[in-house]
């Protein structure tokens, strides 16, 4: 399959696109164009002085999309949760010029690299955010399926506020994604053996010395076939309170999904791997006694009928597989509460687990704290994998969706 090969003679975005290279006036004389313009147009504090970007997209149709009906040497029996390249990407832009500071129309371009000015807003203040969701493969090959992703679509808006960014709206998000899905079909997992999992990218790209926000906006969503993101696979995971790293502090950024969140648990997080465990389980910055998040779960636990999880009050992100599981935890009789809960709590617990949308639902077979092991219950019999099963059939449509959850790509 042949990409676009075509290129504005002027492009001198802060952000080119790997087929561009070469295309005009080889490809290290454009990149000399790139950073002397990013150079002169870079702003102070307010962030004047900024020029649009003249670059273009190749204009892609129907007929370049991938038609194949499987990823390559795949083992789909093994995927784990790593980065498979894949063959296309969405990206779309928004500057000041752009009709309200919103985004114009996207392209899918193929998948690669991409050039940043190296006074980019995302790269020098960590101006960005991103999502996390999947595409499941119908039965009987009939088309994929999304959960929720104008949940997804929200929850970026809902941070590009808090980042001082423009958002694409919930439409031009959620076709993005289905043109990405479609674009890449060839890489969505047979059924039960994994999902087609997206990343969309919201970010400062446009130059800025000052600190302020970015002139200029790219939107990008990529995708990769993933398996289980846990190496245990679906069995149940072993987590260590960390009480000396925290996660978020009140008043931070703790509630959105932006990039800046994710590094800063890294040490802690490599620290407890070598140490045997899957991951770490934060407390509250201020008490330190009160459960925030593992480093990229929602935590919850079960004592008898009811189920305690963590309130999403700013510095706990609002899952979406957390609300989904709560909603269907309350149909089940269980008394739901989104509450301050406390490690002794945790500590007394009959189960406890952890969501999200790369986990799904993961049951946590021990916590330690303070150098103590506390054990829970695990199996086929708790409120767990009573959880997993429903929500995983839903989507992958394997169970009636009576709440309208899920949207078919076809």
């Given at each position: 399959?042949?990409?676009?090969?075509?290129?504005?003679?002027?492009?001198?975005?802060?952000?080119?696109?790997?087929?561009?290279?070469?295309?005009?006036?080889?490809?290290?004389?454009?990149?000399?164009?790139?950073?002397?313009?990013?150079?002169?147009?870079?702003?102070?504090?307010?962030g004047g002085g900024s020029r649009r970007w003249q670059s273009s997209l190749p204009q892609l149709d129907h007929a370049d999309r991938s038609d194949e009906e499987s990823g390559g040497e795949i083992d789909w029996d093994n995927l784990g949760f790593g980065l498979t390249p894949t063959d296309y990407m969405y990206v779309m832009r928004s500057s000041p010029e752009d009709l309200g500071g919103g985004f114009s129309r996207g392209e899918l371009c193929r998948?690669?690299?991409?050039?940043?000015?190296?006074?980019?807003?995302?790269?020098?203040?960590?101006?960005?955010?991103?999502?996390?969701?999947?595409?499941?493969?119908?039965?009987?090959?009939?088309?994929?399926?999304?959960?929720?992703?104008?949940?997804?679509?929200?929850?970026?808006?809902?941070?590009?506020?808090?980042?001082?960014?423009?958002?694409?709206?919930?439409?031009?998000?959620?076709?993005?994604?289905?043109?990405?899905?479609?674009?890449?079909?060839?890489?969505?997992?047979?059924?039960?053996?994994?999902?087609?999992?997206?990343?969309?990218?919201?970010?400062?790209?446009?130059?800025?010395?000052?600190?302020?926000?970015?002139?200029?906006?790219?939107?990008?969503?990529?995708?990769?076939?993933?398996?289980?993101?846990?190496?245990?696979?679906?069995?149940?995971?072993?987590?260590?309170?960390?009480?000396?790293?925290?996660?978020?502090?009140?008043?931070?950024?703790?509630?959105?999904?932006?990039?800046?969140?994710?590094?800063?648990?890294?040490?802690?997080?490599?620290?407890?791997?070598?140490?045997?465990?899957?991951?770490?389980?934060?407390?509250?910055?201020?008490?330190?006694?009160?459960?925030?998040?593992?480093?990229?779960?929602?935590?919850?636990?079960?004592?008898?009928?009811?189920?305690?999880?963590?309130?999403?009050?700013?510095?706990?992100?609002?899952?979406?597989?957390?609300?989904?599981?709560?909603?269907?935890?309350?149909?089940?009789?269980?008394?739901?509460?989104?509450?301050?809960?406390?490690?002794?709590?945790?500590?007394?617990?009959?189960?406890?687990?952890?969501?999200?949308?790369?986990?799904?639902?993961?049951?946590?077979?021990?916590?330690?704290?303070?150098?103590?092991?506390?054990?829970?219950?695990?199996?086929?019999?708790?409120?767990?994998?009573?959880?997993?099963?429903?929500?995983?059939?839903?989507?992958?449509?394997?169970?009636?969706?009576?709440?309208?959850?899920?949207?078919?790509?076809?």
């Amino acid at each position: 399959m042949a990409a676009a090969s075509s290129l504005s003679s002027a492009a001198k975005g802060a952000l080119l696109l790997p087929w561009a290279r070469g295309a005009a006036h080889g490809g290290g004389g454009l990149a000399r164009v790139l950073l002397s313009g990013a150079l002169a147009t870079a702003g102070g504090g307010g962030g004047g002085g900024s020029r649009r970007w003249q670059s273009s997209l190749p204009q892609l149709d129907h007929a370049d999309r991938s038609d194949e009906e499987s990823g390559g040497e795949i083992d789909w029996d093994n995927l784990g949760f790593g980065l498979t390249p894949t063959d296309y990407m969405y990206v779309m832009r928004s500057s000041p010029e752009d009709l309200g500071g919103g985004f114009s129309r996207g392209e899918l371009c193929r998948y690669g690299n991409i050039e940043l000015s190296p006074s980019s807003g995302v790269l020098n203040y960590a101006q960005g955010l991103f999502e996390g969701m999947k595409a499941y493969r119908r039965q009987g090959g009939g088309g994929y399926t999304l959960f929720r992703p104008e949940e997804n679509a929200r929850r970026m808006q809902h941070g590009a506020e808090r980042m001082c960014m423009p958002a694409p709206s919930v439409d031009q998000f959620v076709r993005a994604v289905k043109d990405t899905v479609l674009a890449n079909r060839r890489w969505v997992p047979p059924q039960g053996k994994g999902a087609l999992y997206l990343r969309p990218l919201l970010m400062g790209s446009g130059p800025i010395l000052g600190l302020a926000p970015a002139p200029e906006y790219t939107f990008l969503i990529y995708a990769a076939p993933v398996g289980n993101y846990f190496k245990e696979g679906l069995a149940p995971i072993n987590l260590v309170v960390d009480d000396a790293f925290h996660r978020a502090m009140p008043g931070g950024t703790g509630g959105v999904k932006t990039i800046a969140n994710y590094a800063p648990v890294l040490r802690a997080q490599v620290d407890a791997k070598s140490k045997g465990f899957t991951d770490v389980l934060y407390l509250d910055s201020v008490h330190k006694r009160y459960l925030e998040e593992v480093s990229s779960c929602n935590v919850f636990v079960v004592k008898g009928g009811a189920v305690a999880t963590p309130a999403a009050r700013g510095t706990i992100l609002p899952g979406i597989t957390r609300k989904s599981v709560i909603e269907l935890a309350r149909e089940r009789g269980y008394t739901v509460e989104e509450r301050l809960v406390s490690i002794d709590e945790l500590v007394d617990a009959d189960e406890v687990f952890c969501t999200g949308t790369a986990v799904v639902v993961a049951p946590v077979s021990s916590v330690t704290y303070q150098g103590q092991r506390h054990a829970f219950r695990t199996g086929p019999d708790t409120l767990a994998q009573e959880l997993y099963t429903t929500l995983t059939s839903i989507q992958m449509g394997l169970a009636e969706d009576s709440k309208g959850w899920t949207v078919a790509v076809d």
